[in-house]
T-cell receptor
């Protein structure tokens, strides 16, 4: 199956600082990247969708100026949580896709980043 | 958007088959149903997917009803390592997957 590398796996930061999460597709070109977050004991919720070279599309209720997404290359996308606050503490998961057979082939996911803001 | 209904939790004895049901009555005719599982603090792991026909792979079997409104994931011989949250899911408007609350499967010795 597709190899997805997400880094870091966990991070603790102080309130007001920014954190960058990287997601790499190691054996395919990711034209589209889905970013999810998961609060404790809840399911994965889509935050945003980005296409390589384009601006990301954010889901309702997700602040685009707070969660900066860069998808400048076909193998790397980053999510930066700016001015993080304790309520941003969550599990962030990326899901890159080549876009081929979208809907007919499984999506693959990174192993997630556990963000704790103190 | 997609909506699935699964029992919140199930227990299964080690070595026995685990049958996990899912209702997806609003799935459209050309949408695949996917099953994933998530072990604590990890990303979702793909298990199996199908459209109309039953499917089997090295991990599990998938039984889809003829009307496609529900499906059952079968783990034929559950092990302790199969303890996880299992999600059935299908498509969002952008090609993403929409996840419900899933079923927490506990495999007990």
């Amino acid at each position: 199956g597709a190899v997805v590398s997400q880094h870091p796996s966990w991070v603790i930061c102080k309130s007001g600082t920014s954190v960058k999460i990287e997601c790499r597709s190691l054996d395919f070109q990711a034209t589209t990247m889905f970013w999810y977050r998961q609060f404790p004991k809840q399911s994965l919720m889509l935050m945003a969708t980005s296409n390589e070279g384009s601006k990301a599309t954010y889901e309702q209720g997700v602040e685009k100026d707070k969660f900066l997404i860069n998808h400048a290359s076909l193998t790397l996308s980053t999510l930066t949580v700016t001015s993080a606050h304790p309520e941003d503490s969550s599990f962030y998961i990326c899901s890159p896709t080549s876009g081929a057979n979208l809907g007919r082939s499984p999506l693959h996911f990174g192993n997630g980043t556990r963000l704790t803001v103190t | 958007d997609a909506k699935t209904t699964q029992p919140p939790s199930m227990d299964c004895a080690e070595g026995r088959a685990a049958n996990l049901p899912c209702n997806h009555s609003t799935i459209s005719g050309n949408e695949y149903v996917y099953w994933y599982r998530q072990i604590h603090s990890q990303g979702p792991q793909y298990i199996i997917h199908g459209l109309k026909n039953n499917e089997t792979n090295e991990m599990a079997s998938l039984i889809i009803t003829e009307d496609r409104k529900s499906s059952t994931l079968i783990l034929p011989h559950a092990t302790l390592r199969d303890t996880a949250v299992y999600y059935c899911t299908y498509g969002g408007s952008q090609g993403n997957l929409i996840f419900g609350k899933g079923t927490k499967l506990s495999v007990k010795p």
